[in-house]
């Protein structure tokens, strides 16, 4: 057998695997979930199961670490260039194009975004998510916003922003109908210009 038909043939199972744990958290939570769940949703036995992964929980974090690692490439790399064109362009249209790939992926991902960040899913995930927001703004890039013009602790300002965002992720992926590009657009609108400009109120 190849080694690119074998190559395939991992990554389909890993795969099925996978859908088979988005499925099972949104039926019955990822603590209800056994390996014999998985297997049987994935139709596959419990040997190749453990040929892939340990447990459930690893099954877990190799597919949330597989998410942050991507999403870390779609928005670090970029985070300078939106930020500097805040104050250049006028209409925002540079530094509002650039978060779209980031949305794009996540709608890519929105099964496995939706089960992690939905009731049933893992808590501990939102937490490596505010982490990661913190890392980005502050760790990665820290020219970009400095500690000596902070006018808030920078701990409430990281929980805030990556709440915010958070939330509005958990109400597109429950609710919404909004392209990559429109919900892109309204996160950038509320977070540039705050929820009252956003609401009408402020000018």
Request: charge should be neutral.
């Amino acid at each position: 057998m190849s080694d690119l038909h074998l190559d395939l043939r991992v990554i389909r199972t890993r795969e099925s695997i996978k859908q088979a744990m988005i499925e099972l958290i949104e039926e019955k939570g990822f603590e209800g979930i056994t390996i014999k769940d998985l297997t049987t949703k994935a139709n596959i036995n419990r040997g190749t199961f453990y040929a892939h992964y340990q447990d459930k929980y690893d099954l877990l974090t190799k597919c949330q670490e597989e998410l942050m690692k991507e999403m870390k490439n779609k928005i670090i790399k970029n985070l300078p260039n939106v930020i500097a064109d805040l104050d250049s362009n006028k209409e925002n249209i540079v530094p509002f194009t650039m978060l779209v790939p980031f949305f794009e992926f996540i709608n890519r991902n929105r099964g496995l975004m939706k089960a992690l960040l939905g009731p049933n899913g893992d808590l501990s995930f939102q937490t490596k998510i505010k982490g990661f927001m913190g890392e980005a703004l502050f760790k990665s890039n820290p020219t970009i916003f400095k500690q000596e013009n902070l006018l808030v602790p920078v701990d409430y300002l990281v929980t805030y922003i990556a709440s915010a965002h958070i939330g509005v992720l958990q109400e597109w992926l429950k609710n919404g109908e909004e392209s990559p590009e429109e919900i892109a657009r309204i996160i950038f609108t509320m977070t540039v210009n705050g929820p009252f400009f956003a609401a009408g109120v402020k000018k």
